[in-house]
């Protein structure tokens, strides 16, 4: 199994954006260094303070001078806000500082109204998926230059290096997504911390839908990856502990609070006591929202569920209040799935 990561940049406790971005930049060269496939960055608005990951095309280009060979990616840009000619320009951009190691994630999302209002998005749009399926195709078709020779686009090329173009992903948390994916024959990752319930649903409308592509930037057979809410410790119920501030932060969010992450104390009080620990197997069709445990029992978890929605490689999203419980996590769960450290 390959392990990857995506990073939100949370503000540490009493820290600014700086702090955030220099903590993703760390995270980034340990999961270099560790072994790890790729490292994403995210794009949130409208989260106060508690979230830097606001504009993934600024961060990675920092990142892309940090690293050497890890692969970099958006998770994701968020399309319904942009038009594809400029993200495509973006991605490119970040191909030429990274050459051969870019992905581009491409999702969708709203904010808060006023957040969706600043950044010109229109919210009620008449047919959202086939929106959202034409602005993929159309970043693609920059970044590969694919448009026919009487498109009003063919004579826009991007400039990026000249090694292997950005890798389009299509990133969601529902079917819909996945369906727009394999009608497509593009990668799809599905973000199962978000909707846990339709990770399987998902990745059979993927598979049913999967139409192979002989266009540049397709595939010939589905290929995915799940992203998950795991936290490693070196004993299963001390990961329990450090899962509370995820279990928390989400009951949190279902009330409307957001812009807060609670200490683990804190989150253990709101919880009413610490969580149970992961169990090492689950029952047929569970899916948790956030899972934890020993490098060993992480590792048997995350084979489960990869294995129940056919994929070999699995994303790792994490909630902490401590960085350091976030980069001993990324060092533990390398270990208990035996990644291979870059020299």
């Given at each position: 199994m390959d392990l990857s990561l995506v990073d939100l940049s949370p503000v540490p406790e009493g820290g600014t954006a700086t702090d955030a971005y220099a903590n993703t930049v760390t995270a980034a060269k340990q999961a270099e260094e560790l072994g790890y496939s790729r490292v994403w960055v995210a794009e949130h608005h409208a989260m106060g303070d508690t979230l830097a990951g606001t504009t993934p095309e600024v961060l990675l280009g920092h990142l892309a001078a940090e690293t050497d060979s890890?692969?970099?990616?958006?998770?994701?840009?968020?399309l319904n806000h942009y038009s594809p000619y400029k993200v495509a320009e973006v991605f490119g951009a970040l191909d030429g500082l990274a050459p051969g190691r870019i992905d581009a994630g491409l999702g969708r999302a709203n904010g808060s109204p006023a957040a969706?209002?600043?950044?010109?998005?229109?919210?009620?749009?008449?047919n959202p998926d086939a929106e959202h399926r034409e602005k993929i195709e159309s970043v693609v078709a920059h970044l590969y230059d694919a448009f026919p020779d009487d498109h009003a686009y063919s004579?826009?090329?991007?400039?990026r290096s000249g090694?292997?173009?950005?890798?389009p992903w299509v990133l969601g948390s529902s079917p819909s997504s996945a369906k727009v994916a394999g009608q497509l024959g593009l990668r799809y990752c599905f973000a199962a911390f978000i909707r846990p319930g339709f990770a399987t649903q998902a990745f059979e409308t993927y598979r049913e839908h999967f139409e192979p592509a002989?266009?540049?930037?397709?595939?010939?057979?589905?290929?995915?990856?799940v992203a998950v809410n795991a936290i490693a410790a070196e004993t299963d119920a001390q990961a329990a502990r450090k899962r509370a501030v995820a279990e928390a932060s989400f009951q949190r969010m279902a009330r409307g609070v957001v812009g807060s992450t609670p200490s683990i104390e804190e989150a253990i009080d709101e919880l009413g006591g610490v969580?149970?620990?992961?169990p090492a197997t689950l029952d047929p069709g569970e899916w948790p929202r956030a899972i934890s445990g020993s490098p060993e029992t992480l590792s048997g978890l995350l084979e489960q569920l990869s294995d129940r929605v056919g994929v070999e490689e699995v994303m790792i999203q994490q909630v902490v209040a401590d960085h350091d419980d976030a980069l001993r996590s990324h060092e533990l769960l390398a270990t208990g799935v035996d990644l291979s450290p870059r020299p």
């Open positions: 890890i692969r970099l990616g958006s998770g994701a840009v968020l969706d209002r600043a950044l010109g998005t229109e919210r009620r749009v008449e004579d826009l090329k991007i400039p090694e292997e173009p950005p890798v002989d266009s540049d930037g397709g595939l010939d057979e589905p290929t995915g990856m969580p149970d620990p992961t």
